[in-house]
T-cell receptor, first 109, second 112 residues
Framework: QKEVEQDPGPLSVPEGAIVSLNCTYS??????FMWYRQYSRKGPELLMY????GNKEDGRFTAQVDKSSKYISLFIRDSQPSDSATYLC?????????FGKGTRLHILP | DAGVTQSPTHLIKTRGQQVTLRCSPK?????VSWYQQALGQGPQFIFQ???????QRGNFPDRFSGHQFPNYSSELNVNALLLGDSALYLC???????????FGPGTRLLVL
């Protein structure tokens, strides 16, 4: 079982819709959770970083962590075509980042 | 303030050859990690350097080696290249007192 599981998609939604991206993890020792955005042929860019269970909001992005069910979510409000990218959920174990496979997101104009 | 930079951007090699990839960390960062990202996969941790020493290593063979210089820049060396080494190689850096790692744009390696 992979430590971080993520549906690879692709996920296609119309512009302006709310996007929900989800991951599950298996290691109870994980303490930090991140969402990275990766455009085609580019390096991952840190979007959100959260330590505790609950919600963290930054502009149109909300990260949600439920440690009791080992579930991580990223919500994108008022989605834009520029949000089209691969979204990687990740956690940090012993200073190594453990990534999911990434979900490819397409926002349709 | 420049972010993490990597060179070269693209590289084509043949099986059996050796390759060296380079990384300059973000200003003020002293810890450098390397990751391999195969097509359609998330990045996989290769190893981490701090104070010019390999501090920890992922599940990669000894063909993968690295170095960190006194200015904190780093190199990744891969010997006896295999077709399966074709991937995007990412460098990430962080300040020793912080947890967040910042990634460079990567070097795309193609092994023919």
């Amino acid at each position: 079982q992979k430590e971080v599981e993520q549906d690879p998609g692709p996920l296609s939604v119309p512009e302006g819709a709310i996007v929900s991206l989800n991951c599950t993890y298996s290691n109870s020792a994980f303490q930090y959770f991140m969402w990275y955005r990766q455009y085609s042929r580019k390096g991952p860019e840190l979007l959100m970083y959260t330590y505790s269970s609950g919600n963290k909001e930054d502009g149109r992005f909300t990260a949600q962590v439920d440690k009791s069910s080992k579930y991580i979510s990223l919500f994108i409000r008022d989605s834009q075509p520029s949000d089209s990218a691969t979204y990687l959920c990740a956690s940090n174990r012993d200073d190594k980042i453990i990534f999911g496979k990434g979900t490819r997101l397409h926002i349709l104009p | 303030d420049a972010g993490v930079t990597q060179s070269p951007t693209h590289l084509i090699k043949t099986r059996g050859q050796q390759v060296t990839l380079r990384c300059s960390p973000k200003s003020g960062h002293d810890t450098v990690s390397w990751y391999q990202q195969a097509l359609g996969q998330g990045p996989q941790f290769i190893f981490q350097y701090y104070e010019e020493e390999e501090r920890q290593r992922g599940n990669f063979p000894d063909r993968f080696s690295g170095h960190q210089f006194p200015n904190y820049s780093s190199e990744l060396n891969v010997n006896a290249l295999l077709l399966g080494d074709s991937a995007l190689y990412l460098c990430a850096s962080r300040d020793g007192s912080q947890e967040t790692q910042y990634f460079g744009p990567g070097t795309r390696l193609l092994v023919l």
